[in-house]
């Protein structure tokens, strides 16, 4: 039992005596032999500050202290760009040079900056939608990042909490004070034309209209619509919008009921000259309606710069020349597109009142084709007062007529370019036109097949708007404008 005993005693003791020493041994090793020991090598970088790169120290030393080394960085590494690097660390100590792997992080710990503009921010009342100023967000090593914003309104306190983070995670949150307040009515948008004429006892079904709102979106439109189609007249259906801020707005369509005259259409060779027109064009208000006819053609393109450069719109009244293209970009652009000619043949459209309508169909076609739409506008080739028709007796005058009949109008001019004539100076046609401009309401024949003409129509405008003239399109309800017609 005794000799088991102290021998375990031995045994424990001899194991004490090896712990404390390893104990020891381990102490000293780790904690009093000087050493190299790197504390920290992450860099740390920005896009715009790369100078402001510092690299931790190399020390040098044990527990009780230690001594900073600056290293020299060896090795591919960029500070501009956010990634990890192997490198060495190269450091000069006591004579000796000692190397060292390690890695070299580069990062971004920058968060992004949100910017509000200078003009306070508005917002409508109901979701927050930004109507006027901006927040923008920027960060020094991503650049914009205004897209990644995420903005939230509160209601309650009426402010708007924008947050953003780069790819490297760093997050900024910040919040703006708004004003709460839409002002903007809906905009209404009627569907198809916005005044058309139906023959009464005809059926007549209105097309609507659409309305949309900065805040609201789409919103529902209230129709008030009195035609009837039984008793002649000139009506308006009106559409009503209102978004949630109570902004109200109001649209009209003019519908005309009218019955035809029951003038002869037939297709014999001899028409009648009873009731002919007689000459009504002009009204008062200084507006001026330019017309082109002819088209389109080469020269259609630059004039449609012009007119949108001024934003005036014009008439074309269109021929079977030209682009499509043309014809769609006069459409588009809110000009009318209206009916002039297919073939601008003058024997062959005067010959009869069928043949001058199988023309007028022909261009109708092209016109719908293209822009979805039939015209009800027209304008004759030589004009209503023309003579070149003198070989189908009185056709114009019954031609006005039956026009009337199958729901279109006309439109001659009471200012001449005279483009089609001897004129074939740009500064001419400007005169002609403008000094014939007085207190009332023109109807400017020109035509966009003539260069020169095109030419003088920016100086036109400019003189217009700088003498308090307004240019309008022709519309189906514009103010007439016809020739006497001498046929
Ligand atoms: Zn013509």
Redesign the pocket.
């Known amino acids: 039992m005794f000799m088991f005993k102290s021998k375990g005693r031995i045994i424990l003791f001899v194991f004490l005596m090896l712990s404390i020493f390893v104990g020891v041994g381990f102490f000293i090793y780790n904690f009093c032999i000087p050493r190299f020991k790197i504390t920290n090598f992450n860099g740390i970088v920005s896009k715009v500050y790369s100078e402001d790169f510092d690299l931790r120290k190399v020390c040098y030393g044990n527990i009780f202290g230690c001594k900073n080394i600056e290293p020299t960085i060896v090795g591919e590494y960029d500070l501009n760009n956010v990634g990890t690097y192997e490198v060495e660390y190269v450091f000069e100590y006591d004579g000796h040079t000692y190397t060292k792997s390690g890695v070299l992080n580069v990062v971004d710990n920058e968060a992004p900056e949100i910017t509000k503009s200078e003009e306070d921010i508005q917002v409508c009342p109901n979701n927050g939608k930004i109507l006027v100023g901006t927040l923008t967000a920027k960060d020094k090593y991503e650049g914009d990042l205004t897209e990644k914003l995420n903005i939230n309104y509160n209601k309650e306190t009426n402010k708007l909490l924008a947050s953003v983070s780069d790819d490297s995670g760093n997050k900024k949150e910040e919040s703006f004070d708004v004003i709460a307040s839409d002002t903007e009515p809906p905009v209404i948008t009627i569907n198809g034309d916005a005044s058309i004429s139906i023959k009464n006892g005809s059926e007549y079904s209105d097309q609507g209209a659409k309305a949309v709102d900065n805040c609201d979106g789409e919103v529902e439109v209230t129709i008030n619509n009195p035609v009837n189609t039984k008793k002649n007249g000139t009506y308006e259906v009106v559409y009503i919008a209102k978004d949630s801020s109570d902004n109200v707005s109001e649209v009209k369509r003019t519908v005309k009921v009218y019955t035809p005259t029951t003038t002869s259409s037939s297709s014999s060779s001899s028409y009648s000259c009873e009731g002919k027109i007689k000459y009504s064009c002009g009204g008062s208000g200084k507006v001026i309606y330019l017309t082109f006819?002819?088209g389109p053609s080469g020269y259609t393109s630059q004039l449609l710069d012009v007119l949108k450069q001024y934003n005036v719109k014009a008439t074309f009244f269109v021929t079977g020349n030209g682009s499509d293209a043309a014809i769609k970009r006069e459409y588009d652009e809110g000009h009318t597109v209206a009916l002039?000619s297919y073939t601008?043949n003058y024997g062959q459209i005067y010959a009869s009142m069928d043949a001058y309508f199988a023309d007028l169909e022909r261009i109708n076609d092209r016109v719908e084709r293209i822009t979805g739409k039939r015209s009800t506008i027209v304008r004759f080739?030589g004009g209503s007062s023309n003579t070149v028709s003198r070989k189908s007796k009185c056709i114009m005058t019954s031609l006005a007529h039956e026009l009337a009949n199958r729901g279109y109008v006309y439109y001659d001019w009471n200012i001449s370019s005279g483009d089609a004539g001897g004129t074939t100076s740009t500064d001419q046609v400007y005169l002609n036109v403008v000094n014939r401009l007085g207190n009332g309401r023109y109807v400017v024949l020109q035509h966009d097949s003539k260069g020169y003409s095109v030419r003088a129509v920016e100086r036109i405008i400019q003189y217009g708007q700088s003498h308090g003239y307004t240019f309008a399109r022709l519309e189906h309800d514009s103010t007439t404008c016809h020739h006497a017609t001498a046929n």
């Open positions: 006819d002819d002039h601008h080739p």
